[in-house]
């Protein structure tokens, strides 16, 4: 069965910034969606940018988008709240998301939070280490211990989001401080993943521990049937321990 | 130290429905109100309602609140997104928030769940039994096991939330159904308890178990001396290896 | 990739009494590994029991086992305690271990779970329906919501168990009991999943809705690759923050 | 209410070693003591130790304790096991259980995990940083962020324990390692609290934060009422839907 993995990529910066141009000459999510179709045997990876009409997500991408890749960072707050509240929906219903990065400020992420999702970071060539705590854990699934990434942005903790679900990875870094990188979360029918490796100005999407982990995550996240609708609150009128 | 205690009350149904009114004469939030005050000592305890300027819930009032109180039915769209908005940065700042009944589709516990919050029911003079499934958590203090209603209406599962952090409670029915009704959620600095009994057409806030349970979470809830700050992400500039 | 499914009965009870004979013929474990080998393609499964010689559960067997499903009623204090001891260290290895209905007080379950795993029970014929609670884990995958049991030994709360990782299933009876009866518990690098249903008088396991559920609990359960030992607490000399 | 504290201390390796000798003339269990005596208003405390009849650990001790501190490094093995049994029952019945630093390895712990609790460890004076992730726990009440150990052993994941209740503290070491350092688990009708500072040859248990949160975990450890016994699997022959 294929699945249908649609990469959205905010792709401002990559188009200012030579360093960034340098390193993701196509932008960021042709660097994503390329780990994804390396990795995952049946997957059909497309991509979406902010500057397409509905950001790329208009109805009928969505409803066949089996996981979604976010990644944003300046942009966040020119997504359209309508495009938000679809994306909403669709995790709701079953699609998985996973959300990398600077995204964690995104408004989808926040809108399924609840909380304001804020961190502390520092962008000078830290050390990060990348821990794994849930060895049994798919998303952990023949992933190194620890994936080391030689230069990185620095997330710190408190990083502000509900008690996740599962937490698969912890992160180190060589200033000193720890963060939750690896963070499951179950919301509707959908299961969110949120990952914090992936600065602009680093080859993070270009390591082999990174695609691993982005695959065994769509892998994770992908929808299952399910017989249970969640769109309304029914009125039930049955009563089950009288036998049809 | 005095615990401050805020009771929101929607107080619309009450002042239509003469069933109601009988039971609740002076409002359902006056009803709760009245269970804190005879039940946790150091409690002061006031109300609030919809039809105030601001629902009562300015931002001095808020500010002073230790512990909120949110049971609402009919008019959860009337609810200003202002107010939720302060509530909600309220509850991520420390404030205890305890949600009942047909609040599930309030405002404001739809943002800070970040799912849609149905369930199944039935208004149909069910008898609920309510099962302890931690009897370590101290909202389950002194509870009996099963605390049983009467009657009650019918909540059923699948009720559309986030996982919980901790399920203290579950409900059976006489219909067949089964709820997860006593669940803990944390977000950001405050603690958030859900508690499915209330219905206004039955006398649960008389009862004296539920009176407990209520006391309980007010305790539980209150908010603590924290040195972090999540309003921002800030940058961090410290190499926390090398002593000051 | 084939998964290699051993499923272990004590098979006493259906040697004893005619009735459960009557419809365990070849034992439940036979009864088991029938769903299994119906509903998962590439399992390869086999039985074990306690009369066999270390209850057919020797070293070379346990070593190549993916899943382990554990049912046992009358005789779980004469499983040897060193077969005890092989069968928690191969889960805390990653094996996966699916322990079903009164194996909840097998020498096994008490082990993995600390606690004293006691509950209320009843054997009456009971109505049990199993309701849905995660309906994004992939142990729920297609499963009605509810299953209906039209006969069923009732099992209540409180059951002793730490609280689940992920709690896939509710159960109702129509004895007015609650239970938790679908849960998830990670172990070392293993993944155990306690499944009630499975009374040995009813003839639960010839269920389509119960066979499924147990085919989606060995996926589940299947072990993964992992670089980490958990079999001793090394001296780890190296200095992360130094580059090789 | 007064609250009765125990804390049991090996009492081995200051007996032996100079500098530990130096460091904790008493004893780390006096240390320990000292920290709940100044910070626990309403806490009666007493001591308690391998050498003593029982470990000190006879039956009304342990049944008029409330809340157990255990701290043990080099005699594990010598605990006697029906003392641990003891302590087991007692912590599935309500008493309180903090188990510090190197107990991780503990009878008592492996019993009450089902896991190895093995770790990673380097006795090389890093720096530790406490951060806590879990600001509305009340373990967390008051206490810095992060904390600052200038010196102490390191305990580095993988750490082999089921994913905890509650994640209360992440620490960072200054080799580059992360540890799950503050960790509830509910287990039975007790509560169980580890925290991974407290080397002997450090001065941990001297630091103004470390007896805070000492005192913090005492308090949310406390035993509370509880209408159910656990110590059976008792038959239930009422139907519930029936009134009285």
Redesign the interface.
């Known amino acids: 069965m294929t699945l249908t993995v649609t990469v959205w990529g905010e792709f401002v910066h990559e188009r200012r910034n030579a360093e960034i141009a340098a390193l993701y000459p196509d932008g960021m999510h042709e660097a994503i969606a390329q780990c994804i179709r390396a990795g995952v045997d049946d997957a059909a990876v497309r991509t979406a940018t902010l500057d397409q009409a509905e950001h790329g997500l208009d109805e009928p991408t969505l409803a066949s988008t089996d996981v979604l890749i976010w990644w944003g960072h300046l942009a966040h707050e020119q997504v359209d709240d309508r495009v938000v509240d679809r994306v909403?929906a669709r995790v709701?219903d079953?699609m998985g998301l996973i959300v990398l990065h600077s995204a964690h400020?995104s408004k989808i992420f926040r809108?399924?939070?609840?909380?304001?999702c804020?961190?502390?970071?520092?962008a000078?060539d830290d050390?990060e280490?990348i821990?794994?705590?849930?060895?049994?854990?798919?998303i952990?699934?023949?992933?190194?211990?620890?994936v080391?990434l030689?230069r990185h942005e620095?997330y710190?903790?408190?990083?502000?989001i509900?008690?996740p679900?599962?937490?698969v990875f912890?992160?180190?870094?060589?200033?000193?401080?720890?963060f939750?990188s690896g963070c499951c979360?179950?919301?509707?029918?959908?299961?969110v993943f949120y990952f914090s490796p992936g600065h602009e100005t680093y080859p993070i999407y270009r390591h082999p521990d990174i695609a691993r982990i982005l695959c065994n995550a769509v892998r994770w996240a992908a929808p299952?049937?399910?017989?249970?609708d969640?769109?309304?609150?029914?009125?039930?009128?049955?009563?089950?321990?009288v036998?049809a």
């Open positions: 909403q709701l079953g400020l809108r399924l939070m609840g909380t304001r804020n961190l502390r970071w520092r000078a050390r280490l821990w794994t705590v849930a060895p049994q854990h798919p952990a699934a023949g992933v190194p211990h620890p080391v030689e620095m710190g903790e408190y990083f502000d509900p008690p679900d599962e937490i912890l992160s180190s870094f060589s200033g000193g401080e720890v939750r979360f179950r919301r509707g029918k959908g299961k299952q049937p399910s017989a249970i969640t769109h309304t609150s029914p009125r039930s009128n049955k009563n089950w321990w036998s």
